[in-house]
T-cell receptor, first 109, second 116 residues
Framework: RKEVEQDPGPFNVPEGATVAFNCTYS??????FFWYRQDCRKEPKLLMS???SGNEDGRFTAQLNRASQYISLLIRDSKLSDSATYLC??????????FGQGTTLQVKP | DADVTQTPRNRITKTGKRIMLECSQT?????MYWYRQDPGLGLRLIYY???????NKGEISDGYSVSRQAQAKFSLSLESAIPNQTALYFC???????????????FGAGSRLTVL
């Protein structure tokens, strides 16, 4: 089993839709969690950290469920510019930062 | 100038050749990482280093070696390149201070390596 797993998609949604991605992790000692965005084989860039109580940044909401060992990302009112690959990243507790395989989102007009 | 600089950006080489990818950073971060990315597989950790004297294997270290020459420099070597090492390689840094902002990665622009 991979340490961090995501549904690769692709998720094809119309503009304005709400879409959610999940990411599961296997190491219960994992300490910190992040969502990164990657455009067209460019370098990944931090979208948001994921806090235990959940957190929101504009149209983006991240949540952590430690009991079930998953994190989620919700995007409301999708824009064409949201089309990208979304990568979850987990600090496994030893400082190793492990990526999921990424979920591709395509927002269509 | 970029905070994290990778050289070369693109390289085509032949099977059996030795290749070095270099990474330098101006962020003053202690932690540096090398990842490779293949289509459909996300980024996989090759090696990581928490300081000059600390080197650790990642998920896929076989066939690779690294050198942390200074806090700001972390190079990745392929001693004898093979075609399945064709990939996009990313160097990244992070700064750990034990805060909620810890371990946020800053990436270089990537090095595309093709092994024929």
């Amino acid at each position: 089993r991979k340490e961090v797993e995501q549904d690769p998609g692709p998720f094809n949604v119309p503009e304005g839709a709400t879409v959610a991605f999940n990411c599961t992790y296997s190491n219960s000692a994992s300490q910190s969690f992040f969502w990164y965005r990657q455009d067209c084989r460019k370098e990944p860039k931090l979208l948001m950290s994921v806090y235990s109580s959940g957190n929101e940044d504009g149209r983006f909401t991240a949540q952590l469920n430690r009991a079930s060992q998953y994190i989620s990302l919700l995007i409301r009112d999708s824009k064409l510019s949201d089309s990208a690959t979304y990568l979850c990243v987990v600090n496994t507790g030893t400082g190793k930062l492990i990526f999921g395989q990424g979920t591709t989102l395509q927002v269509k007009p | 100038d970029a905070d994290v600089t990778q050289t070369p950006r693109n390289r085509i080489t032949k099977t059996g050749k030795r290749i070095m990818l270099e990474c330098s950073q101006t962020k003053g971060h202690d932690r540096m990482y090398w990842y490779r990315q293949d289509p459909g597989l996300g980024l996989r950790l090759i090696y990581y280093s928490f300081d000059v004297k600390d080197i650790n294997k990642g998920e896929i270290s076989d066939g690779y070696s690294v050198s942390r020459q200074a806090q700001a420099k972390f190079s990745l070597s392929l001693e004898s390149a093979i075609p399945n090492q064709t990939a996009l390689y990313f160097c990244a840094t992070s700064d750990f201070k034990g805060t909620s902002g810890a371990n946020v990665l800053t990436f270089g622009a990537g090095s595309r390596l093709t092994v024929l």
